[in-house]
């Protein structure tokens, strides 16, 4: 089989145009069609892969299939040197006959199956057409239709080719001039807006801090009930938890303890009155006991 020159059909086949002020992302949109009977892999490739986001990127074509490339420019400042220098490239290749392939390694293990296409980008920045041309710019361009007049009544082709030149020159410079005043604008507008965001989330802040300090002091009240009903619960246990006191009579005195000195003085007494009352019933008894033996003598 013949190698073909292309395998998929691109859309647009030679360049991506994005259109300017580039502040913002810009998408473009590029689509793949498979025109044969194979499954076709694909794969994007940019000369500058960290300003662009490509979805997808790789894939699968099954034939007579098509897909929509999504390319998204992300935002940047324009520089003229670098228009030319921004291109991409859609690799293809026919699905081999293995079983299991590997997508990573298949660009790898089939070099000389693929396919490849280029495409450039082109950058084009609208001019405003209600802003008035600088005075400079005015004067420049009738010297410029004055030399051209001049060239053309004299039918002299060097010096057509000289005014067609400078003319080229005056339009590059107001379209510079042009988009300068573009890129001012869309600053003040996004200082205007970052100024305003800046504001709402102070505000914001603000009102997140004083809710911070609300549910503080909420926490601390709940804090203090919680202790406060913990000692009362402990107080509770703890007189729960005591032996109950017992009444002492008021006669009870503790047999382990020493007499005090009234118990002292009335043990003596009482020892006085116990001989006393002895010693008066023995001078009774011999009395009785005499008088009944002189009564019996006689």
């Known amino acids: 089989m013949a190698k ?19 502040r913002t992302a810009v998408a473009s949109y590029m689509r793949l069609t498979n025109p044969t009977d194979h499954d076709i892999f694909f794969k994007i490739k940019t000369t500058a892969p960290k300003k662009y986001c490509v979805r997808p990127n790789c894939g699968l074509l099954e034939p007579r299939e098509s897909q929509e490339i999504a390319i998204v420019l ?18 293809s290749m026919v699905k081999p006959d293995d079983e299991e392939i590997n997508l990573e390694d298949l660009w790898k293990k089939y070099p000389e199956k693929l396919m490849d296409s280029k495409l450039r980008c082109v950058f084009e920045c609208p001019l405003d057409s209600n802003q008035p041309a600088p005075a400079a710019e005015l004067s420049t361009g009738a010297a410029t239709a004055a030399a051209t007049t001049a060239a053309a009544s004299a039918a002299a082709a060097p010096a057509a080719a000289t005014s067609t030149a400078i003319s080229s020159d005056s339009g590059a410079q107001f379209a510079s001039t042009q988009f300068s005043a573009m890129s001012n604008e869309d600053e003040q507008k996004s200082e205007a807006a970052l100024l305003k965001e800046m504001k709402k989330l102070r505000d914001n802040e603000t009102v997140l801090r004083q809710e911070n300090l609300h549910l503080r002091e909420k926490i601390l009240q709940l804090h203090m009930q919680v202790d406060g009903r913990a000692k009362e619960e402990s107080s509770v246990a703890a007189a729960t938890k005591s032996p109950p006191i017992q009444s002492v009579p008021a006669n009870y005195q503790n047999p382990y303890s020493p007499p005090n000195q009234l118990a002292r003085n009335q043990s003596s007494m009482e020892l006085i009155y116990s001989v006393v009352a002895a010693v008066v019933a023995g001078l009774i008894g011999i009395l009785l006991g005499k008088m009944f033996y002189c009564d019996g003598n006689k």
């Open 4 to 22: 073909p020159a292309q395998l998929l059909n691109i859309d647009p086949a030679n360049e991506l145009k994005f259109m300017g002020p580039f």
């Open 74 to 91: 992300q935002p940047f400042i324009f520089d003229s040197n670098e228009k030319n220098k921004h291109k991409f490239m859609v690799q």
